[in-house]
């Protein structure tokens, strides 16, 4: 099978499932299918899909990021803590501060997790409630500035494409190239689907995961940055929905848990199904209670319909049952 071919396999059943719920969204609410709606999901769905991007990429290489939300959090408190606000030192210093500090942050977590040995889930579990502490000090309550001209920027069009669309198909474009492209691409597939058979084919591990974790650092700077223009201030609470909504979107959008395999293409599938489960269920007027067990549900579908493997299995199962061969 072609690279193109399995590429296929691999993101069809996603961005079918998107078509759905866009459809079914769509047919709830007649003004789902403007460009300003449309405008707006960018707008919104932007800083999920860095999230996810920063997620499917440590889970590739075979961990696992929970302190996505508190570097989101604490790089927004950042981006709206700057000097000089409303001018160019302030727009500058908002567009390099928090995705440097987000890359130090996940050069923490992959040092820990590369050169240490210790589990990633604990390691970024304890990291995340670190990051989580600074933001609270730093900003204690929501509030903040942020210059005008980033939050303009943020909420602009280049050549009457919305910013943040460029900027998620900008990122997305490039995590794809990295992945698949280069090197350290095929280390992290190869480090991620197993680990010793990557020793014996020269490829170190730790630096693999050093890389993995601060790349997806510096994208939840990104997403924090934004946060903060697109809120036109900060909230040190902010991230905390980031840390399940990215394992979802990183699953969803065909990578699997246990590492090397999968791809970052599918993430924007895989944000947009999430975003757009809760908006039909609030145009359903769903009440809150329901809601949860609704989309726990919706979202198990989209993870069995997504998956070859489950649906290979589901297919096996049927044939067996129609062939009288299980009891």
């Not at 999901?41 to 508190?70: E, H, K, M, N, Y």
Request: proline share 5%; net charge neutral; hydrophobic share 50%.
């Amino acid at each position: 099978m072609t690279e193109n071919r399995r590429d296929l396999r691999l993101y069809l059943p996603v961005y079918l499932i998107v078509v759905l719920v866009y459809l079914v969204a769509g047919y709830l609410s007649p003004d789902f299918f403007t460009w300003r709606n449309n405008v707006n999901l960018f707008s919104r769905v932007t800083p999920l899909v860095l999230a996810g991007l920063a997620q499917t990429i440590v889970t590739l290489s075979g961990g696992l990021d929970l302190s996505i939300g508190s570097i989101i959090s604490l790089c927004c408190v950042i981006g709206a803590s700057m000097p000089w606000v409303d001018t160019p030192a302030n727009v500058f210093l908002w567009a390099v501060c928090p995705p440097l500090a987000g890359a130090l942050m996940g050069f923490i977590n992959g040092l820990i997790v590369g050169l240490m040995k210790f589990p990633p889930f604990i390691v970024t579990l304890s990291t995340s409630a670190i990051w989580l502490g600074v933001a609270i000090f730093i900003l204690p309550e929501p509030g903040g500035e942020v210059s005008m001209a980033a939050a303009e920027f943020v909420g602009g069009n280049l050549w009457g494409v919305p910013i943040p669309l460029i900027l998620f198909l900008f990122f997305v474009l490039a995590c794809h190239l990295l992945v698949t492209r280069t090197a350290m691409g095929r280390a992290i597939y190869a480090v991620g689907g197993d680990e010793n058979i990557a020793v014996q084919s020269g490829i170190h591990p730790a630096r693999v995961w050093l890389f993995s974790y601060t790349l997806g650092g510096v994208l939840c700077g990104f997403a924090g940055a934004y946060q903060s223009a697109w809120m036109f201030s900060a909230d040190p609470l902010v991230g905390e929905p980031y840390v399940m909504n990215s394992i979802a979107v990183t699953v969803i959008g065909g990578t699997a848990l246990t590492g090397g395999r999968g791809g970052v293409a599918g993430v924007i599938g895989g944000a947009y199904i999430f975003y757009l489960i809760n908006n039909v269920l609030n145009l359903l007027a769903i009440s809150t209670f329901y809601q949860y067990i609704a989309k726990g549900l919706i979202l198990i579908v989209a993870l069995v319909i997504s998956s070859p493997e489950t649906l290979s299995r589901i297919r096996g199962l049927g044939r067996k049952i129609a062939g009288g061969s299980v009891r």
